[in-house]
């Protein structure tokens, strides 16, 4: 297996996938390459010195995204960026030697050692006539489908195997933007929604494991990589008090000086939110919650 993984993120979200980016270095222990489509040119630089230096980076590979002159749906008023909507072009970017690509979305964290589990995915992958391998997408499965004429089931998209000579062959890139196009309004889960109206139905499903919905999580429960879906993120003060967020947070001070990465998207919604938290003890979830309050006082500057 290539062992080629691919994020695409704006400057809006450098820290979340730096933070997984570190993540998942840690948990392998073998040399891998990252594949970067970002909205600015980037070089290596641009990373934390603890990506750039780690013993299980091969390289980083950076191209800037330049097909700006798409209309994408769904972006005003919403917090997600344009950035969601770049990997549907990654045959422009990705270089054609490259046989197979793991895509991860920015809000995952790797808490064990995926590669392995990839590898054979990828494998049974090249071997079927399907072009991608996804999570089928459980919860509000069947809305989702018909929302937008599938047939089959609806995958998350945070966690892609993708073989690449398939994807070429069938000029998928192309087609992708064809049908985001057609769906326009149509569209409310972003990319997302093109890539299933496009597949329907039709791809390897993908191991619950390898995209664990952070909102299922508990301490009984087994994964290899914590997929924080939805808007109430770990470093949103809505968010920031689930069990899972320390998660996160562990991962983001790796690559700041900061233990606590806290993003106001409306100050006084976040304000009731760290009220709240302190009158229902839910700040005692995290590890240090005095250094968070410091944190969370000094943000406000």
């Known amino acids: 297996m290539n062992k080629n993984i691919l994020y695409c993120f704006d400057e809006n979200y450098n820290y979340q996938a730096f933070s997984s980016i570190i993540s998942l270095l840690d948990s392998i222990d073998e040399k891998i390459c990252i594949h970067v489509i970002h909205n600015q040119d980037l070089n290596n630089n641009d990373f934390p010195e603890a990506i750039q230096l780690h013993s299980n ?29 770049y990997r549907l072009f990654i045959d422009k970017y990705i270089s054609k030697e490259i046989d197979s690509l793991i895509y991860l979305d920015a809000d995952t964290i790797c808490i064990e050692d995926p590669l392995i589990k990839f590898e054979a995915i990828m494998d049974e992958l090249d071997k079927s006539s399907f072009t991608i391998a996804a999570r089928t997408e459980k919860l509000a499965n069947d809305n989702n489908a018909k929302r937008i004429g599938v047939k089959g089931n609806y995958f998350n998209a945070g966690v892609l195997c993708i073989d690449m000579n398939k994807w070429r062959k069938h000029n998928v890139s192309i087609k992708l933007v064809e049908k985001m196009n057609d769906l326009n309004e149509k569209i409310i889960n972003w990319d997302q929604d093109v890539l299933n109206s496009y597949f329907n139905g039709q791809y390897l499903d993908l191991d619950e494991e390898l995209n664990f919905n952070s909102t299922n999580y508990g301490p009984d429960k087994s994964f290899k990589i914590l997929h924080f879906i939805g808007s109430k993120k770990p470093w949103y003060l809505s968010g920031m008090f689930k069990y899972s967020s320390e998660i996160y947070h562990s991962n983001f001070s790796k690559i700041s000086k900061q233990r606590y990465h806290i993003v106001h998207l409306w100050k006084l919604s976040s304000l009731k939110d760290f009220v709240k938290a302190i009158l229902t003890l839910k700040i005692f979830r995290l590890r240090k919650p005095i250094l968070f309050i410091k944190s969370f006082i000094y943000s406000f500057r």
């Open 57 to 85: 980076l091969s390289k980083i590979l950076s191209y800037k995204f330049n097909d700006n002159d798409n209309d994408f749906p769904n972006l005003e008023n919403n917090h997600i960026s344009a950035a969601t909507y």
